[in-house]
């Protein structure tokens, strides 16, 4: 019998589709239990946004409970509307006609979903806005079991109004997962998981934490993470700011990405030093010391050492369409084939030099046998100012190393001795300092031992 056109036409087709244990599993399988609760946290801030454009977020809250029977995270930033829900928010990935909020960070349509995946089998979803209020209850194994099916793939509201009338204050989102799985069970219990969790929401949300916006980890509330700089009247952090044309970056129109870079000197700390890198208000790379920034040889730069625990550099990107950003789908870094970042960082190249001049100068002075010391003082004397405050572009400026003194070149020596002893040298040269009294017993030495005149 002859195949039908219908017939041939599905013999050549291939299934590519995906399914549900692909996103239940795999999809989950290379994020921290963290990172997946900052997720949640990412889409509460974009809430906010969306209520408060001006960016004053004094009232606006998100409250995390955790321990090893539940997980729930509430907030009171606006709610998530009807249609949204029904058509985007909960499906795996974003849809090109999809209207995400200017800024967002909410970018790939993925973190809500995968965080539930992430935690349990059962979660809870309840939303109130101005106009309407829902409820999405879903068992995760009755949901995989229910068949691959395109309309099996779907969620159902389990309560829904429209119509409403509801005062702003009163619009909000609650998500509870339950049936927690056994190792997150287990991560829960944990006083350093949480210790953690409370430090990752910190560096993650400083920008929106610094507008008063508040978070908090079962009833604690989270402290921002400061972007300083050291300024003075010898010391100035180095500032660009920069706007990149959509057409020039993918080759077709968009919003402009909008990018600030500072670059200077803060409390030395090894750890801490190195270059944070912020979207849309995110920080996703924080204190890098490799070479997805500006370190090492492939950037023709030192690679980072003790010597420069001082420097700290800042790059906040900013676009309407945060898919023109470089982020990855976990925001934990930066894609540095993105064609945004490859532009910056040759400009974060530069501003880094100057920088790390200025320290390798500082090394220097410390060990010079010079009583005056312009770069060390220029540290000391400064104060930190936050970076948001920086509003006129210039480069870093710091002072000129003081000239190498006339004369001979100069050797510091230092040993140790019994105090008791030295007490008694200093008491015989009738001299007031430790310091003196090695000068003296060296000039002896020299003057009786190598026959040198006084």
Sequence with gaps: ????????????????????????????RDILISRAIIDLVDNSVDGA??????????????????????????????????????????RFGR???????????????????????????????????EDSRFTVDVDVDEWLADGESPENWHFKFSALETGLHIKKKDTGTIIE???LLPNVMDTFTLENFKSRLVAELSHAHALILDREFSITLNGIP???????????????PGYVEKSYPSEVLVGKPG?????????????????????????????????????????NERHQMPAYRPDFAYFRGYAYFDCDDGALLPWTTTKTGVDVDSPIYKAVQREMIEMTRPVLAFLTNLVKEKSAAVAVRPLERSITTASATQVQTITKPHPFVAPLPTPAPAGPKMQKI?????????????????????????????????RYEAGEDE
Excluded at 61 to 78: M, Q, S, T, Y
Excluded at 223 to 234: A, G, I, N
């Design 414 to 446: 230092q040993y140790s001795k019994p105090v008791a002893e030295v007490e008694k040298a200093r008491q015989l040269l009738k001299v007031k300092s430790f310091t003196t009294v090695g000068e003296k017993t060296f000039e002896y030495f020299m």
């Design 177 to 179: 997962v339950n049936r």
């Design 222 to 236: 989270i402290k921002h993470d400061p972007q300083q700089l050291f300024t003075s009247r010898e010391i100035k």
């Design 1 to 28: 019998m002859a195949l039908t056109s219908s017939q041939k036409s599905q013999q050549t087709l291939i299934n590519a589709s995906p399914t549900k244990e692909f996103f239940i599993h795999m999809l989950t």
């Design 95 to 129: 849809p090109k006609e999809a209207q995400g909020t200017p800024g967002s960070m909410g970018q790939f349509g993925v973190g809500m979903k995968r965080t539930f995946f992430r935690l349990g089998r059962h979660f809870v979803v309840r939303s109130t806005t």
């Design 255 to 295: 919003p402009p990405v909008r990018v600030k870079l500072y670059a200077g000197v803060s409390e030395r700390s090894l750890h801490d030093g190195g270059w944070y890198i912020f979207c849309n208000g995110r920080l996703i790379l924080r204190a890098d010391q490799t070479d997805s920034t500006v370190w």
């Design 49 to 90: 946004r969306r209520l408060r454009p001006t960016g004053n977020y004094d009232g606006l809250w998100v409250r995390i409970e955790l321990d090893a029977k539940h997980f729930r995270i509430a907030d009171n930033c606006g709610g998530i509307p009807v249609d949204v829900a029904r058509d985007y928010a909960f």
